[in-house]
C-alpha cells in the first residue's frame, strides 16, 4: 500500500516525490530491490520511538539504484530489517562476478 508523505523534517512531498522520479525508468534507473521483489511491507528506516520497528511500521528510504547495463549482473537485492544498531538497516545488492572483467 502507498503512503502518503506527511510534512515534517525529511519528509516533505517534495523530497518523496523528487525520490520517486529518480526510480522511474524515464529516469534511467533501476530499483534494484524492486526487481527482485514486489511485495509489500519491505522497509529500511523505522522511526526510533518504542514499539515501532517491532510493528514494522516504516519507509522504504534507503535504495540501490542502477543502470540498466549495470543491472546484467546484479544477481539480487536485500534489505536487512533484524540487524540493528540504527534507525535504518543495511540495503544491498549481490552482483556476478562478470562485473570484474
Known amino acids: 500500500m ?7 523534517s525529511g ?3 517534495e523530497y518523496g516525490h523528487s525520490v520517486h ?4 525508468p ?6 534494484t530491490f524492486r526487481r527482485f ?7 529500511s528506516w523505522w522511526s526510533q520511538r518504542f514499539g515501532i ?6 519507509w ?14 546484479v544477481t539480487g537485492a536485500f534489505i536487512h530489517p533484524n540487524v540493528r544498531g540504527s534507525d535504518h538497516c543495511p540495503v544491498g545488492v ?3 562476478g562478470s562485473i570484474f572483467g
Not at 521483489?37 to 522497509?43: N, Q, R
Not at 522504504?60 to 549482473?73: E, G, Q, T
Open 37 to 43: 521483489e514486489e511485495g509489500a511491507d519491505h522497509y
Open 11 to 13: 519528509t516533505a512531498a
Open 94 to 96: 549481490d552482483v556476478s
Open 26 to 31: 524515464a529516469a534511467g534507473w533501476v530499483d
Open 53 to 58: 520497528r517491532e510493528k514494522n511500521i516504516g
Open 2 to 8: 502507498a503512503r502518503k508523505f506527511r510534512l515534517g
Open 21 to 24: 522520479a529518480l526510480r522511474g
Open 60 to 73: 522504504r528510504i534507503d535504495y540501490v539504484l542502477a543502470s540498466p547495463a549495470a543491472m546484467k549482473h
